[in-house]
Each structure stands twice: as structure tokens, then as C-alpha cells.
């Protein structure tokens, strides 16, 4: 879809009068071809907003006086318009700021915009995320993001580069309106280019760790100490990465690998590399298309997902658009028919396996979760749920948060017999995810696993239990190749994945990057993601002398 770059004019501090605006921005604009002018003012304070209808916007007295204009503005298929302004509305509905603009343009443009008192950072911060969600919102819905703006946000080599004419035209019409140039230039020349800005091609990250800065940025502080938050004092959090940098790689020379492959099967299904998605609660929260982008984005990078039971996307949602295999994430809840109806849904939808969470008989001390109590937006809710009436949080417990509701639903008298249980019920095959003993694993085995994930739920349940990477060699010793062993907790750079690797693990599974990714860019994030991983592990086993997986064995890494 083609649509003509628009011109946006804001004008700060001038004495200029409406009319006297107007006429000449038209006068200039037709002279070089301009069409459809329309303009919008009010005099009303700050919280009053500007509004448009079609292409050139005068911001009023309120900008004048010092306030912040931030906007967004989206072009996306006819088709899809009405879902986007819909869905947007229910974003800007669920947030503190007074009376956003929702603006339809015309031929699929979309805008939104706020003025803000510059001075609070609250104020800024929210207006920054609820844009970057229309954004991921047009991308999803196959549109362009054509223009963003707000403090710092000038681009003028950029516009000369690609609209020269354009801004000809706007240099033209301040010249005229503000000889003396006493007005702000910054946040008065824009043009909105209909050319598509995706958000992979603008995620300035070079690492995990950055992406984690730009994600912590964008999201409520309640939504990001709940996805990074650990238990306790979160040592087991920290020892998780810590202990990956301990381990030395001892890499073999004058090997010749001119490429690497690292394609594998997991329990069967092929992938394109051993990096999987772990299964992570509530993904809705850190993007609107949550669940969905990702596997979208699991699928395009030929890997798997692990869906969690709680999350904001229906398992039929998620495969719905899955073009790769699928692992189910499963807690036992007390009441059992709950648990056999997720397992018989997964098996209809064609889940390739079932994932059994071991590890939360209770749930575990997370103190920034506790000083937060993280409650879902209306929006949102735990849709698998919703056959049992659960998706929600009753109104007399509201106050003890989501997470702990939740968990109080969950069996906490779970035992090996219980395994025995779901193993007899389905005919997918059932790993056992939150082993960290050797014994553990072969009673895990004994009692009908298929597969194990050595875990300790990302350092969120029983503090200083050991990093998952420390413990993997004798677990894999134990089970001696009976199955597949997987580790997750504290992966971020592609060595990690090769020491894992080396030490055993069928494939490593990566959970909170993840969500860094779905926080900056939706599926693009993370694709982002899978493909710095993919990137990262290809190098590291190049320099290491490995041309393949079979080659990435336990020689290659010594532990300080």
C-alpha cells in the first residue's frame, strides 16, 4: 500500500496567530503540490489535546507554554484499521494518561499522541510504551510504522536523505512563519515517510544484556520486576549467569570448518539449531500479541516454543499460527480434571509434547513481585483457563496479586505417582522440567519421562539451589543417554549454548531474553533474539574447532 508522506508541523512559542498558519502553510504546500489541509487547535490546558483529521497539525497554547507533544503514527491495511484503533483504544483505556488522541488520517494512517508535562518522567515513560505497543500492533497486523516523535527524536539527515523535497517545503513555511527564528526547529519540521520502518531494522543492541536495558526502558517497572525478579535475595538469579562465567572453553586449532551446522532433532523433531523458547507466563504482558509472536517468530526460526499454561494466548490460539513444533507447559492443578482437559487440548491441537513443572509445590518468596502484587489489564487474561472459570483473579483476593492466586490452584501434595498418572493419560511423550539431582532424574525416568529439563524455575523458587549448568554433567552422566536432557536458566550469549552442549544438553531452552525481545520489537524482538543466539553458538563453534554437534563434546569446556 502506497500512501503520499504527510507533513506534521508543531509549532512552539509564537505569537503567530491560527489563521495566519494556516494560510501560509497553504499557500507554500500547494505551491509545491500539497492537497487535503486540515488543522485543529485548542486553548484549553496541557491535558487538552491536539487533534487532526487529515495532514498539517498546529499544537495549541498548551505546547506554547511548555508542554511535550510525544506521537506515534502507523499506516496498516484498510482491512485492519478498525481492529487497530480498536484494540489500541482498549491499551490507552487501561492507562493513567488523561484522554489520549486516537487518530484515523485517512487510507490506513493512524496516530496517537499525547501532550505531557516534560518534567515527569512518568508521564513520558508511559506515553513512550503505549506508542511502541501501537507500533508492534501495525507490524503485526502486516502495516508500517511511519513516524515516531518526541524529546531527541530529530531526524534531519534522515529526511534529507529520503524526502529532500519535503523538507524544502517545511524549511519554506517556518521561514515564512517564523523569520526570526525564535521557534524551537527541533519539534517543528517532520515529514511521515510511508516507506516500513520494522522494529528489527531499529533495535540498537549489540547483546542480550543491551536488549534487556532497551526492554527494562519500555516496560511498567511492576511488568519488568515480575519477568526479571528471582526469589529471596535472587543468588540462585544471579549464580544462574554467573556460573556460565566460570566455565573456560579449550578450543581446537587448524580444525578447517569453513561452516557449522547445528540443525538436531528434539524427542524426534527437527530444528535448526539447539536453542529452544522456554515456557514463560503472561507474554500479553510484555507485548499485545504475546504468545502469538512468538511462535510465530519460534516458526520462522525453524525451532520450538514451549507454551505455559499460563498464558495470555489459548493453546489453540498459538498453534493456530504455529509453523514449528510445540511443547505444552503443564502445572497439576489440585483439581485434576483441569490438568487431564490442558493435556487433551494440547493433544487435539497437535502440542508435541507435554512439559511437566516439577518445582512449585508453593510458589516461591519473589520479593519484587510481592512489593508490586501484579495484577492483568482487563484485556488480558490466562486463556487457557477459561474452560475451568479461572482466568481471572476473584474480587475477594485481589489483593495478594496474580502469581500467588494462581499457584494457590496448583496441586502441593504432587508426587512421583502423579507422573505415573499423566503418563498413563496421553500418548505424547512428558518431560519433567525442575530436576537438579541425579536421582531425581532416574526416578523421573523410572516413573514415565520421556525427557528432562534440568531447571530451577530461573532462580524463582527455592533460593541458592545450585545454576542449572553446575549440576547438568551428573545428570546426564546418570541417565547415561536413556533420554534427552535440556537445560534453561542463565543462557545469553551463544558460548553459553556451546558449554552447554558440551556438557550434554540435548539443546538449551531460553526464557527472559525472550521477553526482552517481545518488550522492544513483538515477533521482530523476537526473532531478533534467536538470531543473535543462532549467530553467537555458530561462532563460538567455529572458533572452537567444531564444524558440527557431534564434535561440540565435554574436552571443549573446563570449569574454574
Given at each position: 500500500?502506497?500512501?503520499?508522506?504527510?507533513?506534521w508541523?508543531?509549532?512552539?512559542?509564537?505569537?503567530?496567530?491560527?489563521?495566519?498558519?494556516?494560510?501560509?502553510?497553504?499557500?507554500?504546500?500547494?505551491?509545491?503540490g500539497?492537497?487535503?489541509?486540515?488543522?485543529?487547535?485548542?486553548?484549553?490546558?496541557?491535558?487538552?489535546?491536539?487533534?487532526?483529521?487529515?495532514?498539517?497539525?498546529?499544537?495549541?497554547?498548551?505546547?506554547?507554554?511548555?508542554?511535550?507533544?510525544?506521537?506515534?503514527?502507523?499506516?496498516?491495511?484498510?482491512?485492519?484499521?478498525?481492529?487497530?484503533?480498536?484494540?489500541?483504544?482498549?491499551?490507552?483505556?487501561?492507562?493513567?494518561?488523561?484522554?489520549?488522541?486516537?487518530?484515523?488520517?485517512?487510507?490506513?494512517?493512524?496516530?496517537?499522541?499525547?501532550?505531557?508535562?516534560?518534567?515527569?518522567?512518568?508521564?513520558?515513560?508511559?506515553a513512550?510504551?503505549?506508542?511502541?505497543?501501537?507500533?508492534?500492533?501495525?507490524l503485526?497486523?502486516?502495516?508500517?510504522?511511519?513516524?515516531?516523535?518526541?524529546?531527541?527524536?530529530?531526524?534531519?539527515?534522515?529526511?534529507?536523505?529520503?524526502?529532500g523535497?519535503?523538507?524544502?517545503?517545511?524549511?519554506?513555511?517556518?521561514t515564512?512563519?517564523?523569520?526570526?527564528?525564535?521557534?524551537?526547529?527541533g519539534?517543528?519540521?517532520?515529514?511521515?515517510?510511508?516507506?516500513?520502518?520494522?522494529?528489527?531494522?531499529?533495535?540498537?543492541?549489540?547483546?542480550?544484556?543491551?536488549?534487556?536495558a532497551?526492554a527494562?526502558?519500555?516496560?511498567?517497572?511492576?511488568?519488568?520486576?515480575?519477568?526479571?525478579g528471582?526469589?529471596?535475595?535472587?543468588?540462585?538469579?544471579?549464580?544462574?549467569?554467573?556460573?556460565?562465567?566460570?566455565?573456560?572453553?579449550?578450543?581446537?586449532?587448524?580444525?578447517?570448518?569453513?561452516a557449522?551446522?547445528?540443525?538436531?532433532?528434539?524427542?524426534?523433531?527437527?530444528?535448526?539449531?539447539?536453542?529452544?523458547?522456554?515456557?514463560?507466563?503472561?507474554?500479553?504482558?510484555?507485548?499485545?500479541?504475546g504468545?502469538?509472536?512468538?511462535?510465530?517468530?519460534?516458526?520462522?526460526?525453524?525451532?520450538?516454543?514451549?507454551?505455559?499454561?499460563?498464558?495470555?494466548?489459548?493453546?489453540?490460539?498459538?498453534?493456530?499460527?504455529?509453523?514449528?513444533?510445540?511443547?505444552?507447559?503443564?502445572?497439576?492443578?489440585?483439581?485434576?480434571?483441569?490438568?487431564?482437559?490442558?493435556?487433551?487440548?494440547?493433544?487435539?491441537?497437535?502440542?508435541?509434547?507435554?512439559?511437566?513443572?516439577?518445582?512449585?509445590?508453593?510458589?516461591?518468596?519473589?520479593?519484587?513481585?510481592?512489593?508490586?502484587?501484579?495484577?492483568?489489564?482487563?484485556?488480558?487474561?490466562?486463556?487457557?483457563?477459561?474452560?475451568?472459570?479461572?482466568?481471572?483473579?476473584?474480587?475477594?483476593?485481589?489483593?495478594?496479586?496474580?502469581?500467588?492466586?494462581?499457584?494457590?490452584?496448583?496441586?502441593?501434595?504432587?508426587?512421583?505417582?502423579?507422573?505415573?498418572?499423566?503418563?498413563?493419560?496421553?500418548?505424547?511423550?512428558?518431560?519433567?522440567?525442575?530436576?537438579?539431582?541425579?536421582?531425581?532424574?532416574?526416578?523421573?525416568?523410572?516413573?514415565?519421562?520421556?525427557?528432562?529439563?534440568?531447571?530451577?524455575?530461573?532462580?524463582?523458587?527455592?533460593?541458592?539451589?545450585?545454576?542449572?549448568?553446575?549440576?547438568?554433567?551428573?545428570?546426564?552422566?546418570?541417565?547415561?543417554?536413556?533420554?534427552?536432557?535440556?537445560?534453561?536458566?542463565?543462557?545469553?550469549?551463544?558460548?553459553?549454548?556451546?558449554?552447554a552442549?558440551?556438557?550434554?544438553?540435548?539443546?538449551?531452552?531460553?526464557?527472559?531474553?525472550?521477553?526482552?525481545?517481545?518488550?522492544?520489537?513483538?515477533?521482530?524482538?523476537?526473532?531478533?533474539?534467536?538470531?543473535?543466539?543462532?549467530?553467537?553458538?555458530?561462532?563460538?563453534?567455529?572458533?572452537?574447532?567444531?564444524?558440527?554437534?557431534?564434535?561440540?563434546?565435554?574436552?571443549?569446556?573446563?570449569?574454574l
Amino acid at each position: 500500500m502506497q500512501v503520499a508522506p504527510t507533513l506534521w508541523l508543531e509549532f512552539h512559542g509564537t505569537e503567530v496567530s491560527v489563521a495566519e498558519q494556516a494560510r501560509t502553510v497553504q499557500i507554500i504546500a500547494s505551491e509545491h503540490g500539497g492537497t487535503d489541509f486540515s488543522w485543529a487547535t485548542k486553548a484549553e490546558d496541557r491535558r487538552k489535546l491536539w487533534r487532526a483529521r487529515h495532514d498539517v497539525v498546529y499544537a495549541d497554547k498548551a505546547l506554547r507554554e511548555g508542554a511535550q507533544l510525544w506521537a506515534t503514527d502507523v499506516c496498516v491495511p484498510i482491512s485492519r484499521l478498525a481492529e487497530c484503533i480498536t484494540e489500541t483504544q482498549k491499551d490507552l483505556a487501561g492507562s493513567f494518561l488523561p484522554a489520549p488522541i486516537v487518530g484515523h488520517v485517512g487510507d490506513g494512517n493512524f496516530h496517537v499522541g499525547f501532550v505531557l508535562n516534560p518534567n515527569d518522567p512518568k508521564e513520558m515513560a508511559e506515553a513512550e510504551r503505549l506508542n511502541q505497543q501501537l507500533v508492534h500492533r501495525a507490524l503485526s497486523l502486516g502495516g508500517t510504522c511511519t513516524g515516531e516523535h518526541g524529546i531527541g527524536c530529530g531526524k534531519i539527515d534522515f529526511l534529507l536523505a529520503e524526502h529532500g523535497e519535503a523538507v524544502s517545503v517545511m524549511r519554506a513555511i517556518k521561514t515564512a512563519l517564523d523569520p526570526d527564528n525564535l521557534m524551537n526547529p527541533g519539534k517543528i519540521l517532520r515529514v511521515q515517510s510511508p516507506s516500513a520502518v520494522t522494529v528489527s531494522e531499529t533495535i540498537q543492541a549489540s547483546n542480550l544484556g543491551e536488549l534487556e536495558a532497551l526492554a527494562r526502558e519500555l516496560l511498567p517497572q511492576m511488568t519488568y520486576d515480575y519477568y526479571a525478579g528471582g526469589a529471596n535475595d535472587e543468588t540462585t538469579l544471579r549464580e544462574n549467569r554467573a556460573a556460565y562465567e566460570r566455565i573456560t572453553l579449550l578450543p581446537r586449532m587448524l580444525v578447517g570448518v569453513n561452516a557449522t551446522d547445528m540443525t538436531t532433532t528434539v524427542l524426534g523433531e527437527h530444528v535448526s539449531m539447539p536453542i529452544l523458547i522456554a515456557p514463560v507466563a503472561l507474554e500479553g504482558l510484555a507485548h499485545p500479541e504475546g504468545e502469538i509472536a512468538t511462535v510465530k517468530a519460534a516458526g520462522a526460526a525453524q525451532t520450538l516454543m514451549t507454551l505455559a499454561t499460563l498464558s495470555t494466548s489459548s493453546i489453540e490460539d498459538a498453534m493456530g499460527v504455529a509453523s514449528g513444533p510445540i511443547w505444552f507447559q503443564l502445572y497439576v492443578f489440585k483439581d485434576r480434571d483441569i490438568s487431564a482437559a490442558l493435556v487433551k487440548r494440547a493433544e487435539v491441537a497437535g502440542c508435541k509434547a507435554i512439559v511437566l513443572t516439577v518445582d512449585v509445590p508453593m510458589l516461591g518468596k519473589r520479593e519484587r513481585g510481592m512489593r508490586t502484587r501484579l495484577m492483568l489489564p482487563e484485556h488480558l487474561s490466562v486463556k487457557n483457563l477459561w474452560p475451568a472459570g479461572l482466568q481471572g483473579v476473584p474480587k475477594g483476593v485481589t489483593d495478594s496479586g496474580l502469581d500467588p492466586y494462581l499457584a494457590s490452584l496448583f496441586d502441593s501434595a504432587l508426587t512421583w505417582k502423579d507422573l505415573e498418572w499423566l503418563a498413563g493419560m496421553t500418548k505424547l511423550p512428558i518431560l519433567v522440567k525442575g530436576i537438579l539431582r541425579s536421582d531425581d532424574a532416574l526416578r523421573a525416568i523410572k516413573y514415565g519421562a520421556s525427557g528432562l529439563i534440568v531447571s530451577n524455575h530461573g532462580g524463582r523458587q527455592l533460593d541458592t539451589t545450585p545454576a542449572t549448568i553446575s549440576v547438568l554433567p551428573e545428570i546426564v552422566d546418570a541417565v547415561a543417554g536413556a533420554v534427552e536432557v535440556y537445560v534453561d536458566g542463565g543462557i545469553r550469549r551463544g558460548t553459553d549454548v556451546l558449554k552447554a552442549v558440551a556438557y550434554g544438553a540435548r539443546a538449551v531452552l531460553v526464557g527472559r531474553p525472550i521477553l526482552w525481545g517481545l518488550a522492544v520489537g513483538g515477533e521482530a524482538g523476537v526473532k531478533f533474539v534467536l538470531e543473535m543466539l543462532r549467530q553467537e553458538f555458530s561462532l563460538a563453534m567455529a572458533l572452537s574447532g567444531c564444524p558440527g554437534l557431534a564434535s561440540v563434546t565435554r574436552d571443549l569446556v573446563r570449569a574454574l
